[in-house]
Protein backbone atom coordinates (compact mmCIF):
# COMPACT_ATOMS: atom_id res chain seq x y z
CA UNK A 1 0.00 0.00 0.00
CA UNK A 2 1.52 3.36 -1.11
CA UNK A 3 1.57 6.06 1.57
CA UNK A 4 -0.96 8.10 -0.38
CA UNK A 5 -3.09 5.47 -0.36
CA UNK A 6 -2.92 4.49 3.40
CA UNK A 7 -3.96 8.43 4.25
CA UNK A 8 -6.62 7.96 2.14
CA UNK A 9 -7.76 4.92 3.85
CA UNK A 10 -6.92 5.90 7.59
CA UNK A 11 -7.49 10.43 7.32
CA UNK A 12 -11.03 10.90 8.42
CA UNK A 13 -10.41 14.44 7.83
CA UNK A 14 -11.26 15.09 11.96
CA UNK A 15 -9.24 18.09 11.34
CA UNK A 16 -7.24 17.72 14.99
CA UNK A 17 -4.02 18.30 12.71
CA UNK A 18 -5.29 20.83 10.91
CA UNK A 19 -5.71 22.85 13.87
CA UNK A 20 -2.45 22.07 15.50
CA UNK A 21 -0.09 22.27 12.28
CA UNK A 22 1.26 26.02 10.95
CA UNK A 23 1.58 23.88 7.72
CA UNK A 24 -1.68 22.47 7.40
CA UNK A 25 -3.87 25.42 9.05
CA UNK A 26 -1.97 27.54 6.15
CA UNK A 27 -3.00 25.32 2.85
CA UNK A 28 -6.67 24.60 4.66
CA UNK A 29 -6.44 20.81 3.67
CA UNK A 30 -6.31 18.15 5.74
CA UNK A 31 -4.11 15.24 4.95
CA UNK A 32 -6.72 13.15 3.26
CA UNK A 33 -7.65 16.11 0.35
CA UNK A 34 -3.91 16.57 -0.02
CA UNK A 35 -3.52 13.32 -0.70
CA UNK A 36 -6.25 12.75 -2.93
CA UNK A 37 -5.00 15.88 -4.57
CA UNK A 38 -2.06 14.11 -5.48
CA UNK A 39 -3.14 10.97 -6.78
CA UNK A 40 -5.80 13.45 -9.08
CA UNK A 41 -2.70 15.32 -10.22
CA UNK A 42 -4.64 18.77 -8.95
CA UNK A 43 -2.71 21.85 -9.58
CA UNK A 44 -3.66 23.07 -6.13
CA UNK A 45 -1.74 20.68 -4.29
CA UNK A 46 1.18 20.90 -6.86
CA UNK A 47 4.61 21.27 -4.44
CA UNK A 48 2.70 21.28 -0.86
CA UNK A 49 4.71 18.03 -0.06
CA UNK A 50 7.84 20.74 -0.24
CA UNK A 51 5.85 23.29 2.75
CA UNK A 52 5.53 20.53 5.08
CA UNK A 53 8.04 20.41 8.18
CA UNK A 54 8.53 16.21 8.27
CA UNK A 55 8.25 17.23 12.14
CA UNK A 56 5.44 14.40 12.64
CA UNK A 57 2.96 16.43 15.15
CA UNK A 58 0.02 15.31 13.00
CA UNK A 59 0.78 12.07 13.88
CA UNK A 60 0.99 13.13 17.49
CA UNK A 61 -2.26 14.07 18.12
CA UNK A 62 -4.07 11.66 15.25
CA UNK A 63 -6.26 9.61 16.68
CA UNK A 64 -5.14 6.71 13.83
CA UNK A 65 -1.87 7.64 13.59
CA UNK A 66 -1.90 9.10 10.05
CA UNK A 67 2.03 9.15 9.13
CA UNK A 68 1.51 12.38 7.14
CA UNK A 69 4.99 13.28 6.76
CA UNK A 70 6.16 9.81 5.23
CA UNK A 71 3.86 10.49 2.60
CA UNK A 72 5.04 13.92 2.07
CA UNK A 73 8.64 12.63 2.25
CA UNK A 74 7.74 9.62 -0.32
CA UNK A 75 6.18 12.30 -2.66
CA UNK A 76 9.17 15.01 -2.63
CA UNK A 77 11.15 11.15 -4.14
CA UNK A 78 8.95 11.60 -7.37
CA UNK A 79 9.47 15.04 -7.74
CA UNK A 80 12.55 15.89 -5.97
CA UNK A 81 14.92 16.14 -9.80
CA UNK A 82 12.35 19.14 -10.44
CA UNK A 83 11.61 20.96 -7.42
CA UNK A 84 15.12 20.53 -5.73
CA UNK A 85 18.05 19.74 -7.72
CA UNK A 86 17.77 22.65 -9.68
CA UNK A 87 16.68 24.81 -6.51
CA UNK A 88 20.17 26.61 -5.54
CA UNK A 89 18.58 26.98 -1.78
CA UNK A 90 18.14 23.63 -1.31
CA UNK A 91 21.64 22.78 -3.06
CA UNK A 92 23.43 25.02 -0.43
CA UNK A 93 22.66 22.39 2.32
CA UNK A 94 23.86 19.79 0.51
CA UNK A 95 27.01 18.04 1.46
CA UNK A 96 27.92 16.52 -1.41
CA UNK A 97 27.62 20.48 -3.38
CA UNK A 98 30.73 22.82 -4.04
CA UNK A 99 28.86 25.71 -2.33
CA UNK A 100 28.06 23.70 0.51
CA UNK A 101 26.93 26.17 3.30
CA UNK A 102 28.29 23.91 6.39
CA UNK A 103 32.27 23.84 4.52
CA UNK A 104 32.05 27.49 3.30
CA UNK A 105 31.18 28.80 7.18
CA UNK A 106 33.96 26.34 8.71
CA UNK A 107 35.85 27.87 6.52
CA UNK A 108 35.26 31.70 7.06
CA UNK A 109 35.44 30.97 10.82
CA UNK A 110 38.52 28.69 10.60
CA UNK A 111 36.97 25.63 12.43
CA UNK A 112 39.32 23.06 11.95
CA UNK A 113 39.16 19.67 14.54
CA UNK A 114 41.98 17.73 13.03
CA UNK A 115 43.83 17.82 16.09
CA UNK A 116 41.41 16.09 17.93
CA UNK A 117 40.94 13.21 15.30
CA UNK A 118 43.48 11.16 14.96
CA UNK A 119 44.27 8.42 12.66
CA UNK A 120 42.42 5.43 14.24
CA UNK A 121 39.82 5.51 17.27
CA UNK A 122 37.35 3.54 18.74
CA UNK A 123 34.79 5.83 19.31
CA UNK A 124 33.52 8.47 16.77
CA UNK A 125 32.20 12.15 18.30
CA UNK A 126 29.68 13.12 15.71
CA UNK A 127 29.20 16.73 16.47
CA UNK A 128 26.66 17.13 13.25
CA UNK A 129 27.17 20.31 10.96
CA UNK A 130 25.21 22.60 13.06
CA UNK A 131 27.26 22.00 16.37
CA UNK A 132 30.06 21.75 14.38
CA UNK A 133 29.81 25.71 12.75
CA UNK A 134 27.62 27.11 16.16
CA UNK A 135 29.39 26.25 18.99
CA UNK A 136 33.45 24.57 18.07
CA UNK A 137 34.00 25.19 21.66
CA UNK A 138 31.18 22.74 22.71
CA UNK A 139 32.80 20.26 20.47
CA UNK A 140 36.17 20.59 21.63
CA UNK A 141 34.89 20.22 25.45
CA UNK A 142 32.35 17.27 24.64
CA UNK A 143 35.50 15.53 23.08
CA UNK A 144 37.61 15.97 26.30
CA UNK A 145 34.81 14.50 28.54
CA UNK A 146 34.81 11.75 25.66
CA UNK A 147 37.93 11.03 25.63
CA UNK A 148 38.53 11.33 29.64
CA UNK A 149 35.47 8.71 30.13
CA UNK A 150 36.20 6.53 26.81
CA UNK A 151 39.42 6.39 26.11
CA UNK A 152 39.79 6.40 22.78
CA UNK A 153 38.17 8.96 20.85
CA UNK A 154 38.19 11.37 17.91
CA UNK A 155 35.92 14.12 16.47
CA UNK A 156 34.42 12.87 12.57
CA UNK A 157 33.61 16.32 11.87
CA UNK A 158 30.72 15.14 8.58
CA UNK A 159 27.24 16.26 7.83
CA UNK A 160 25.17 12.38 8.03
CA UNK A 161 23.33 13.34 5.25
CA UNK A 162 19.98 13.86 5.91
CA UNK A 163 19.19 17.02 4.29
CA UNK A 164 19.43 15.05 1.35
CA UNK A 165 17.16 12.35 2.30
CA UNK A 166 14.47 14.49 3.34
CA UNK A 167 14.55 16.37 0.09
CA UNK A 168 13.97 13.42 -1.35
CA UNK A 169 16.87 13.00 -3.01
CA UNK A 170 17.41 9.48 -1.39
CA UNK A 171 19.91 7.46 -3.92
CA UNK A 172 22.26 10.98 -3.39
CA UNK A 173 21.55 10.30 0.57
CA UNK A 174 22.45 6.46 0.45
CA UNK A 175 25.31 7.39 -1.71
CA UNK A 176 26.96 9.82 0.93
CA UNK A 177 26.11 7.66 3.69
CA UNK A 178 28.00 4.77 2.40
CA UNK A 179 30.79 6.72 0.67
CA UNK A 180 31.93 9.28 3.27
CA UNK A 181 29.82 7.84 6.87
CA UNK A 182 30.79 4.79 6.45
CA UNK A 183 33.95 5.08 4.81
CA UNK A 184 35.60 7.25 7.45
CA UNK A 185 34.12 5.36 9.85
CA UNK A 186 35.63 2.30 8.62
CA UNK A 187 39.08 3.58 8.06
CA UNK A 188 39.66 5.11 11.45
CA UNK A 189 38.58 1.51 12.83
CA UNK A 190 35.36 2.90 14.66
CA UNK A 191 33.28 0.66 16.36
CA UNK A 192 30.76 2.99 17.96
CA UNK A 193 29.39 6.68 17.33
CA UNK A 194 28.27 9.12 19.91
CA UNK A 195 26.39 12.10 18.47
CA UNK A 196 24.75 15.25 19.87
CA UNK A 197 22.57 16.14 17.72
CA UNK A 198 18.92 14.42 17.26
CA UNK A 199 18.76 14.46 13.85
CA UNK A 200 21.84 12.70 13.34
CA UNK A 201 21.10 10.29 15.60
CA UNK A 202 17.73 9.27 14.18
CA UNK A 203 18.65 9.30 10.84
CA UNK A 204 22.33 7.44 11.87
CA UNK A 205 20.89 4.95 14.15
CA UNK A 206 18.83 2.69 12.19
CA UNK A 207 20.63 2.66 9.59
CA UNK A 208 24.07 1.78 10.97
CA UNK A 209 22.26 -1.05 13.21
CA UNK A 210 24.40 -3.81 13.49
CA UNK A 211 27.44 -2.40 12.22
CA UNK A 212 28.11 0.84 14.44
CA UNK A 213 26.40 1.41 18.36
CA UNK A 214 25.05 5.17 18.01
CA UNK A 215 24.67 7.06 21.25
CA UNK A 216 24.37 10.52 22.65
CA UNK A 217 26.77 12.00 25.25
CA UNK A 218 24.60 13.22 27.93
CA UNK A 219 25.08 10.07 30.19
CA UNK A 220 28.29 10.42 30.46
CA UNK A 221 27.89 14.33 30.81
CA UNK A 222 26.12 13.85 34.12
CA UNK A 223 27.87 11.43 35.43
CA UNK A 224 30.53 14.13 35.03
CA UNK A 225 28.99 17.21 35.71
CA UNK A 226 26.04 15.91 38.25
CA UNK A 227 22.81 17.11 38.24
CA UNK A 228 23.72 20.76 36.73
CA UNK A 229 22.34 23.41 39.24
CA UNK A 230 21.43 26.98 37.34
CA UNK A 231 23.31 29.96 39.29
CA UNK A 232 20.88 33.00 40.06
CA UNK A 233 17.73 30.54 40.31
CA UNK A 234 17.23 31.64 36.39
CA UNK A 235 13.50 30.26 34.87
CA UNK A 236 14.19 28.20 31.99
CA UNK A 237 12.05 26.04 29.54
CA UNK A 238 12.95 22.97 27.45
CA UNK A 239 12.31 22.97 23.30
CA UNK A 240 12.13 19.76 22.25
CA UNK A 241 13.60 18.69 18.84
CA UNK A 242 11.18 17.17 16.28
CA UNK A 243 12.88 13.93 15.57
CA UNK A 244 13.05 13.15 19.49
CA UNK A 245 9.39 13.29 19.44
CA UNK A 246 8.20 9.73 19.49
CA UNK A 247 10.75 8.45 21.54
CA UNK A 248 12.22 11.30 23.94
CA UNK A 249 15.69 9.95 24.47
CA UNK A 250 17.32 13.36 24.37
CA UNK A 251 14.61 15.34 25.74
CA UNK A 252 14.84 12.95 28.87
CA UNK A 253 18.29 13.08 29.19
CA UNK A 254 19.10 17.03 28.89
CA UNK A 255 15.88 17.03 31.63
CA UNK A 256 18.30 15.14 34.04
CA UNK A 257 21.33 16.79 33.19
CA UNK A 258 19.09 20.04 34.32
CA UNK A 259 17.59 18.74 36.73
CA UNK A 260 18.86 21.38 39.30
CA UNK A 261 17.18 24.34 37.40
CA UNK A 262 13.32 25.31 37.51
CA UNK A 263 11.82 24.28 34.21
CA UNK A 264 8.28 25.31 33.16
CA UNK A 265 7.05 23.20 30.37
CA UNK A 266 5.27 24.77 27.12
CA UNK A 267 2.18 24.46 26.12
CA UNK A 268 3.46 22.19 23.36
CA UNK A 269 6.30 19.55 24.40
CA UNK A 270 7.49 16.28 24.05
CA UNK A 271 5.70 13.99 22.27
CA UNK A 272 3.97 17.16 20.99
CA UNK A 273 6.48 19.70 20.93
CA UNK A 274 6.48 21.90 17.64
CA UNK A 275 9.24 22.40 15.09
CA UNK A 276 11.52 25.43 15.17
CA UNK A 277 10.96 26.10 11.58
CA UNK A 278 13.61 24.90 10.13
CA UNK A 279 12.62 20.97 9.26
CA UNK A 280 11.95 19.76 6.02
CA UNK A 281 13.67 22.66 4.39
CA UNK A 282 10.83 24.61 4.06
CA UNK A 283 12.20 27.91 3.61
CA UNK A 284 13.60 27.01 0.17
CA UNK A 285 10.40 26.80 -1.21
CA UNK A 286 8.22 29.19 1.39
CA UNK A 287 9.91 32.20 3.11
CA UNK A 288 6.97 32.83 5.04
CA UNK A 289 5.94 29.39 6.81
CA UNK A 290 8.68 29.21 9.05
CA UNK A 291 8.59 32.24 10.47
CA UNK A 292 5.40 31.61 11.40
CA UNK A 293 6.26 28.70 12.92
CA UNK A 294 9.17 30.01 14.54
CA UNK A 295 6.58 33.02 16.07
CA UNK A 296 4.30 29.95 17.47
CA UNK A 297 6.76 29.04 19.29
CA UNK A 298 8.33 31.99 21.14
CA UNK A 299 4.47 33.02 21.68
CA UNK A 300 4.79 29.28 23.87
CA UNK A 301 8.09 30.18 25.31
CA UNK A 302 6.53 33.86 26.48
CA UNK A 303 3.37 32.22 28.11
CA UNK A 304 5.74 30.02 30.91
CA UNK A 305 6.99 33.30 31.93
CA UNK A 306 10.57 31.64 31.80
CA UNK A 307 13.88 34.44 31.31
CA UNK A 308 15.65 31.33 28.90
CA UNK A 309 14.80 28.80 26.08
CA UNK A 310 16.78 25.42 26.19
CA UNK A 311 17.37 24.21 23.65
CA UNK A 312 19.32 20.37 22.19
CA UNK A 313 19.88 21.30 18.61
CA UNK A 314 22.26 23.56 17.24
CA UNK A 315 19.98 23.70 14.02
CA UNK A 316 16.66 25.06 16.41
CA UNK A 317 18.93 27.52 18.08
CA UNK A 318 20.18 28.67 14.93
CA UNK A 319 16.39 29.33 13.68
CA UNK A 320 15.68 31.08 16.57
CA UNK A 321 18.91 33.06 17.31
CA UNK A 322 17.56 34.35 13.42
CA UNK A 323 14.25 34.68 14.12
CA UNK A 324 14.51 36.71 17.18
CA UNK A 325 17.44 37.55 18.28
CA UNK A 326 16.07 39.82 20.97
CA UNK A 327 15.12 36.28 22.97
CA UNK A 328 17.75 34.46 25.20
CA UNK A 329 18.46 30.95 23.64
CA UNK A 330 20.90 28.69 24.73
CA UNK A 331 21.84 24.90 23.83
CA UNK A 332 22.21 22.99 26.77
CA UNK A 333 25.72 21.85 25.89
CA UNK A 334 26.77 25.28 26.27
CA UNK A 335 25.04 25.77 29.48
CA UNK A 336 25.82 22.86 31.23
CA UNK A 337 29.78 23.02 30.00
CA UNK A 338 29.64 26.78 30.60
CA UNK A 339 31.43 27.39 26.89
CA UNK A 340 30.24 29.83 24.43
CA UNK A 341 28.77 29.52 20.76
CA UNK A 342 28.51 31.68 17.64
CA UNK A 343 25.51 33.10 17.94
CA UNK A 344 26.34 36.25 17.55
CA UNK A 345 26.59 35.40 14.18
CA UNK A 346 23.61 34.46 13.59
CA UNK A 347 22.08 37.42 15.10
CA UNK A 348 24.29 39.79 13.41
CA UNK A 349 22.80 38.20 9.80
CA UNK A 350 26.06 37.05 8.53
CA UNK A 351 24.98 33.61 8.07
CA UNK A 352 21.37 34.34 6.09
CA UNK A 353 24.35 37.11 4.18
CA UNK A 354 26.61 34.07 3.20
CA UNK A 355 23.66 31.82 2.59
CA UNK A 356 22.63 34.79 -0.79
CA UNK A 357 26.30 34.99 -1.61
CA UNK A 358 26.20 31.36 -1.92
CA UNK A 359 23.01 31.05 -3.78
CA UNK A 360 23.85 33.85 -6.26
CA UNK A 361 27.17 32.36 -7.31
CA UNK A 362 25.62 28.98 -8.28
CA UNK A 363 23.86 31.16 -11.12
Known sequence: MSALTSTMDKCTSCGLCVEECVFLKAVSKTPRA???GLVRGDEEVRGLQFLCFLCGLCKAVCPNQVDVAEMMLRSRRDSADLNVQQNPCYRVNFPDEPAFLIGALKERMDIDFSEHSPSKFKHAFFPGCSMACFSPKAVVKVYEVLA????????LDLCCGKPLHDSGLESRARAWLEGRVVAEL?????????????????????????????STPYGLLRRTVGG???????????????????EGIFGEQVRKVLSGCRILEMRHSKTKTLC???????????????????????????ETGASLMVVYCYTCANMFWSAKPNVEVKHALNLVLNVGDNSELVKRGEVGRLIMDLMTNQG
Open 228 to 246: FGCGGDPILTIHDSCPDRF
Open 34 to 36: IAE
Open 276 to 302: CGAGGLVSCSNAVLPLTMASARFSEFA
Open 148 to 155: EELGEVGV
Open 186 to 214: KRRGCEALVTACPNCFYYLKPRLWGRFKV
